[in-house]
């Protein structure tokens, strides 16, 4: 039996579908649930391994994967740069990639999978499969605030546009968070000319995560800016004419023109939970290949819950993880038995700042703060690595503060440490120099 060509919508330039889709043929020998990085580089291994594979990617965003780091970093500091620079994947009109036997069938909803059957259903359809990747991602917590025009949350190119197109100059914005997302989109709604206050639910900014010479430096800096940032967690919202009014709990009442909810995500595990799998840290649990519980389905990205070679189990949602989780679970989906023994790492723009780390950063480890010296003899806090130790010592994470291309030295010093545990922290000092 031939396989039946699939359509899916058209493209516009930033990956949004604006046409009708036909439906998917009765089988593939690999399926991808999900449309994002960890999906795009499942794709390019399938393809690199298995050419003549025939491929289904099903995603319910309506846009084509792409590059998300950027949504929150390059496409707010950089007026040149543009969503269609940050697509991973563009289908024909025909929802094929050109040259491959690759199907995408985008805003289209996996409803159930059947892992005895080999099969899902798409929209009502029952679709098999040989190999089955579940890359659904995560989705923003909302807290039972539905969006509007004014209340925004951030996750999808749908969600970049939304913003971009209500903020900037003469707008004003509170943005409720002050996680990874929440800081980042202060800097870049202020950078993009919006008037910003930042809750968030402790200070100084970041103090579960930064030490305070650090926090105490990143607040600062958000001040100098012009962000205000105020204490305090986020009761209800509610609209009026043209403003939103956040209320705190403690009964202060900020009004804007946008309310950004910045309060984390959950991994988007419903289906996975609905069809047996074993779950683990809210995601579904894998082993060191990106197997789930099930024969032939494999887990990679947000959801996936997998045994680090240097940390033990965990569940990582950056983009480090997506595309090299992606990456190895493509490949093992087409016969390869490959191990996945990487330790991801993370990064971020937070205007003056910037910062590369990888493990566990997390103030309630004791942790080592080796800082610049500045022209003047005093400490800088500009420049910095920070060591993240258990009570054992065992380094769990490193921060580098304005220190760069010295992840490879943080993730080989979280091995040696794994082995040999530091008795003086102190020591740590010098470890990775700091220029």
Request: no cysteine; hydrophobic share 40%; proline share 6%.
């Amino acid at each position: 039996m031939s396989e039946q060509k699939t359509t899916t919508p058209d493209l516009d330039p930033t990956g949004q579908a604006i046409a009708t889709q036909a439906p998917l043929a009765e089988r593939y020998d690999h399926v991808i649930v999900g449309g994002g990085m960890a999906a795009a580089k499942a794709v390019e291994s399938i393809r690199e391994l298995a050419p003549e594979a025939s491929v289904a990617v099903v995603s319910a965003d309506t846009a084509a994967p792409v590059y998300r780091p950027d949504l929150s970093k390059t496409l707010w500091a950089d007026a040149d740069a543009h969503v269609e620079d940050s697509i991973l994947a563009t289908p024909d009109s025909e929802g094929t990639a050109p040259g491959e036997r690759t199907a995408y069938r985008l805003g289209a909803e996996v409803t159930a999978i059947d892992p005895q059957a080999h099969t899902v259903t798409v929209d009502g359809r029952t679709v098999g499969y040989g190999s089955l990747l579940l890359a659904t991602g995560a989705e923003p917590v909302a807290a039972g605030i539905p969006q509007s025009e004014r209340v925004h949350t951030y996750r999808t190119v749908a969600d970049y546009r939304r913003l971009k197109e209500a903020s900037g100059p003469g707008t004003t914005a509170v943005v409720v968070g002050g996680g990874y997302i929440g800081t980042e989109l202060a800097a870049g709604l202020t950078m993009a000319g919006t008037d910003v206050t930042l809750v968030v639910p402790h200070r100084p900014l970041l103090a579960r995560m930064l030490p305070a010479e650090l926090s105490a430096a990143v607040e600062a800096t958000f001040q100098e800016k012009g962000v205000r940032i105020a204490e305090g967690r986020l009761a209800s919202a509610a609209e009026s004419g043209d403003a939103v009014t956040a209320r705190l709990e403690d009964g202060t009442e900020l009004r804007a023109d946008l309310l950004v909810l910045a309060l984390g995500v959950r991994p988007r595990a419903t289906l996975a939970e609905a069809a047996g799998l074993a779950l683990a840290d809210q995601g579904v649990r894998v082993d060191d290949r990106l197997r789930t519980s099930a024969p032939d389905v494999y887990a990679a990205g947000d959801i996936a819950t997998f045994p680090d070679a240097l940390l033990g189990e965990r569940r990582v949602e950056h983009a480090d993880a997506a595309e090299t989780q992606g990456a190895t679970a493509g490949r093992n989906m087409v016969g390869a038995d490959q191990a996945y023994t990487h330790t991801p790492f993370f990064w971020a723009d937070l205007f003056d700042y910037g910062y590369e780390a990888i493990g566990e950063l997390d103030t309630r480890h004791r942790t080592v703060v080796d800082l610049a010296t500045g022209e003047d003899g005093r400490p800088d806090p500009s420049t910095a690595v920070v060591y993240y130790a258990d009570e054992a010592g065992h380094v769990r994470g490193v921060l580098l503060w304005n220190v760069w291309d010295s992840v490879p030295q943080a993730r080989a010093l979280i091995e040696r440490t794994a082995q040999e545990p530091v008795a003086d922290l102190g020591s740590l000092k010098g470890r990775i120099p700091l220029g």
